[in-house]
Nanobody, 126 residues
Framework: QVQLVESGGGLVQAGASLRLSCAVS????????TGWFRQASGKERDFVAS????????YYADSVKGRFTISRDNTKKTVYLQIDNLKPEDTAVYFC???????????????????WGQGTQVTVSS
């Protein structure tokens, strides 16, 4: 059974930092690319960042470049999303997802990802 469990969300003030975690089980984690998406209330789920199966390559949405950092620890089967200088517009539910690494580079498409977590809420007050 594949499970992805996000944690680390919360209510913070603008300018603060958070580190989200996503623990993955039930797959050979080191063979899967991992992505983070977010969904604000009433909006679509948008791509945020992705990381290759080995961790050597990352890709970010333009809106988060410079403030978000994705990383992974394959020994712990965990992917992280460091968010610095949080802004109210970062308020959303953050989801992690995994997809098999076919070697074709990064994907920003929700449909490319095979398994998803339940999400963790991040709320940023101004």
């Amino acid at each position: 059974q594949v499970q992805l469990v996000e944690s680390g969300g919360g209510l913070v003030q603008a300018g603060a930092s958070l580190r989200l975690s996503c623990a993955v089980s039930g797959v050979i984690f080191s063979r899967y690319c991992t992505g983070w998406f977010r969904q604000a209330s009433g909006k679509e789920r948008d791509f945020v960042a992705s990381i290759s199966s080995g961790g050597g390559s990352t890709y970010y949405a333009d809106s988060v470049k410079g403030r978000f950092t994705i990383s992974r620890d394959n020994t712990k089967k965990t992917v992280y999303l460091q968010i610095d200088n949080l802004k109210p517009e970062d308020t959303a539910v953050y989801f992690c997802a995994v997809r098999w690494d076919y070697g074709g580079g990064h994907s920003t498409s929700r449909s490319a990802y095979n398994y998803w977590g339940q999400g963790t809420q991040v709320t940023v007050s101004s």
